[in-house]
C-alpha cells in the first residue's frame, strides 16, 4: 500500500511540473513580442532563481541577446536557505521522483551537515529544467542565467565563487549604506547627533547595531538577552558614548528595561 502511494505522490508531482511548464510557455509566448518590440539593451532582475515570472524574462533575454543584470539588494547565503529547502533522504521510502531527480541531476543537490538538498520543490525542479533555465546552484543569485551579478565588495565575490557562480559574472559595486554612512560623516551631522543624545564631547562615540539572535531565531529567548547583556556592558566598560541601533523587530521596550538593569 505504502508503495502505491508512493507511485500515485510521484505521479502527482509530475502532472504539477506538466502545467508549471505550460504556464512558463504561455508567458512566454506572451512576453517575447513584447519585449522584442522594446529593444532593450540591458534588463535589472531580482535574481535568476525564482520560479516566477523571472525565468521567463531571463529566457527571452538570452533569445534576444539583451544582457541581463541584479543589482545588490540583499545578502545571500546558501546556509540560511537550507529552512526552504526540501532534504533528500537517499532512502527507499522517499518519494520516487526525488530518485529519479538525484539519478539524473546530482549536481543540482547540495550536500550539507549530513543531508542533501534541494533548492526547489519536485515539480518546480522539473519545470525548470524542461524549460531550460534551471539554476546549477540555485542557493546563490547567480547559478543561473543571468548575464552581470552585482556584489557588495571582494569578500561576497570570493564567497559567490566558490558556490559555483561563475567569476567573469561578478562586480563589486559597495554597498548603499556604505555610501550613505560615507557622505553623512561630517562635521555638521555629528553635531547633531551629540546634541540631540548630550553626547560628552570628550569621549568617542561607539555606535552598536544589536544583533536579531531571537529574532531570526537564532537563540532562544533566553540565550538572545544573555548575549545583548554581555555585548552591551563590554560596550558600557569601554567609558565612551554608546548608542544602540535597534531593527524594527526588535521589542524597543524590552531593550529599555535590559539598559536599566546593566
Known sequence: MKIIRRIFFSISLWIDA????????????????KIKEEKFHLIFLNGDRHTNIEQVVIKIAKSLQIKTLSPYMAYSDADSCTKSS??????WYSPIIFHYLFFKCPDRFWFFQNAYYNFYKPSQFLALKWFSTLSTFPWYIGGGLLDVVCVDHRDTAERYKRN?????????VGDVMNDTLFYSNNKSNKEKLRNKYNINNEKKVIICSLPQLKEHHILSEKKHWEEIHFLVDKLVQSGQNILLSLHPKMNKKRICISRKEI
Not at 18 to 33: A, D, G, I, M, T
Not at 86 to 91: A, C, G, V
Open 164 to 172: 559555483k557562480v561563475n567569476k567573469d559574472k561578478l562586480v563589486i
Open 86 to 91: 526540501y532534504i533528500y533522504k537517499k532512502k
Open 18 to 33: 506538466f502545467f508549471e511548464l505550460k504556464n512558463l510557455n504561455k508567458q512566454y509566448l506572451y512576453l517575447y513580442p
